[in-house]
């Protein structure tokens, strides 16, 4: 269920509440390969979320963005001895010590953003965020089994600076702190004291240049930096990994130049060249070099290592008459782990390729195809899957206004594919979706 409440008392002015709510269950297929196979259920999976956000201008300079949101996640996972479903599991690999594993996860905070035009040339904003994180899990029983929480807090100020002939100058600075607020852990697994504070520094720098209204060059620098979070540290994935209270933060120094515009009338086109230089990066590690993650072969989140990671992206898209529309892009990647290179990147590809065409026969019609080819990547230090490439296909119909019908076929070939070892996407599968706008 959703529903959202807006109002615009005067000109740019506008305020909006928003509530969501989501109830529902599932299962998780078990691993083809039988030294990590598992066997789950999750009989309620609910969320629910309350966002305010609003833009209130302070006269004709200022503007002021507030967001608050509060975020309730609730859950259950129960472990099952086999595929029958039948008998709780509540000892050994993939288990909890009932069999069942009940989660209150809760994120609260908000955002003020302040916007001033009053210098000339310069348009500055001012930036504070609170985020807290808060995790319970209990079993059945109600015995809290563990309680977690976290609060992140970030202060930035930007400013793009208009330097004439369409080039602008872009410079951004953030100031992050993760304090660890509590951490509780009960039964016979080992304690932990409080962790202290993480801090990190993020600047950024940008130039832009419109060579005219439909085009433009850019070059920017990043330093991005990923906090960890309480899963990183602390989850144990039903008793496959190991917890890493003093996990380290991710740092990232990214470079790109660019361009972007419309080539031809009818064209839009990107085409960009990255290099991130990784440092102390956050990924699963196999502590005995095995090829999944069991409860006799534990992983863990580690600080890996890093290096630079060079990429090019190329995309384009055009229309071509009146009624069909294509489109791609290509991306390629290098990347390698210098600081520790006995531990392989895993999880990103070298390579990606997209296509799309929209055909539209009426104005109320379109048939859509979208195509996705990937190469191959490392599963863990020892396992690579292989690339694949996927189509999918949707009949999209508007019989009147404010309504849209949707019916398609996702991986229309029944491809087998899997991005992690021993876990094959859907094969071929069929979906129908209805919408009304209001």
């Not at 691993?31 to 979320?49: I, L, N, V």
């Not at 130039?207 to 005219?212: E, K, R, T």
């Not at 080539?263 to 590690?285: T, Y």
Request: charged residues 20%.
């Amino acid at each position: 269920m959703s529903l959202k409440l807006g109002f615009t008392p005067r000109g740019d002015d506008e305020y909006a509440l928003t509530y969501l709510q989501q109830n529902g269950k599932k299962g998780q297929p078990p691993s083809t390969d039988p030294a990590s196979a598992r066997f789950g259920q999750w009989p309620f999976w609910d969320k629910e979320s309350l966002y305010f956000i609003s833009r209130t201008g302070l006269g004709e300079r200022e503007s002021l963005r507030l967001r608050l949101y509060l975020d309730k996640f609730d859950n259950e996972v129960d472990t099952f001895t086999d595929a029958s479903y039948s008998v709780l599991r509540t000892s050994g690999p993939g288990s909890v010590s009932t069999g069942r594993s009940i989660y209150e996860d809760r994120t609260f905070g908000g955002s003020i953003e302040l916007e001033s035009r009053r210098f000339p040339g310069n348009t500055v904003r001012l930036i504070a965020q609170y985020k807290r994180d808060q995790h319970e899990e209990t079993d059945a029983n109600a015995a809290i089994g563990a309680d977690f929480s976290d609060t992140l807090r970030t202060f930035a100020v930007e400013d793009a600076v208009s330097v004439g002939d369409g080039t602008t100058l872009s410079i951004g600075f953030s100031h992050h702190a993760l304090d660890p607020d509590r951490v509780y852990k009960s039964g016979a697994g080992p304690t932990y004291s409080l962790p202290g504070r993480q801090t990190a520094n993020d600047p950024q720098f940008g130039l832009f240049h419109d060579l005219s209204p439909t085009a433009r060059l850019y070059a920017t620098f990043a330093e991005k930096t990923r906090l960890p979070t309480l899963k990183d540290r602390y989850s144990q994935r039903l008793n496959t990994y190991v917890e890493n209270p003093s996990l380290r933060a991710e740092q990232a120094r990214n470079f790109e130049v660019g361009y972007q515009g419309r080539p031809w009338g009818a064209a839009q086109a990107e085409f960009a060249l990255f290099q991130n230089k990784i440092e102390d990066k956050i990924q699963s590690v196999n502590l005995n070099g095995a090829a999944t993650c069991s409860s006799t072969n534990l992983c863990q989140q580690q600080n890996v290592g890093g290096g630079p990671h060079r990429r090019r992206g190329d995309g384009l898209r055009s229309t071509v008459g009146t009624s069909l529309e294509l489109g791609g892009n290509a991306t390629f990647l290098h990347l390698r782990n210098e600081r520790n290179p006995g531990v392989r990147l895993t999880g990103i590809p070298q390579a990606k390729l997209t296509l799309f065409g929209i055909w539209r026969p009426a104005e109320s019609l379109d048939v859509t195809a979208f195509g996705e080819q990937f190469s191959g990547r490392w599963a863990s230090n020892t396992v690579k899957v292989g690339g694949f490439a996927v189509l999918n296909v949707k009949l999209t119909w508007r019989p009147v206004r404010n309504v849209s019908t949707e019916v398609g076929v996702t991986n229309l070939l029944d491809k087998n594919y899997q991005l992690d070892f021993g876990f094959p996407n859907p094969g071929r599968s069929l979906f129908a979706n209805a919408s009304y706008r209001f």
